[in-house]
């Protein structure tokens, strides 16, 4: 992406949305006292004004926000799949196989000349592949 790619219209609605919720931000920062978020967010909100008013010389700086935005996006996702396979996933299937053995057999069976599993309902009709829902 480059910033010749972004329309002056997004722009300025990323500066309208930015200025609304960094605004309140602000607000909720004066309201509490605390300083930290007031210069933060003061400064985040008024860079959302500048957006909406003059879309055209801060395209560079809009792109750039994307960038790093597109960035914390892979981590984040990339961090809730990690915990929810080693927090959910690994779990799960260490209680599977404790109480309930594995849910494919991985060893082959020398006793027995096929795997191939009896079907005790009748076989689907054609018109049903066709039209399946």
Not at 11 to 40: D, E, H, N, Q, S
Not at 57 to 86: D, E, N, Q, S
């Amino acid at each position: 992406m480059n910033s010749n790619s972004i329309d002056t219209k997004e722009t300025r609605k990323f500066g309208l949305i930015a200025l609304i919720f960094f605004g309140c931000l602000f607000a909720i920062g004066i309201w509490v006292k605390k300083p930290v978020p007031i210069y933060l967010f003061g400064c985040l909100s008024l860079l959302g004004l500048a957006f909406t008013l003059v879309p055209g010389p801060l395209r560079p700086v809009h792109a750039g926000w994307l960038k790093i935005a597109h960035f914390i996006g892979r981590a984040i996702t990339a961090l809730a799949l990690i915990l929810a396979y080693y927090l959910v996933i690994t779990p799960s299937a260490f209680i599977k196989r404790l109480f309930g053995g594995r849910p494919l057999p991985v060893r082959p069976d020398k006793n027995v000349s096929t795997y191939w599993v009896e079907r005790s309902e009748p076989v689907q009709p054609k018109e049903r592949f066709i039209k399946r829902y």
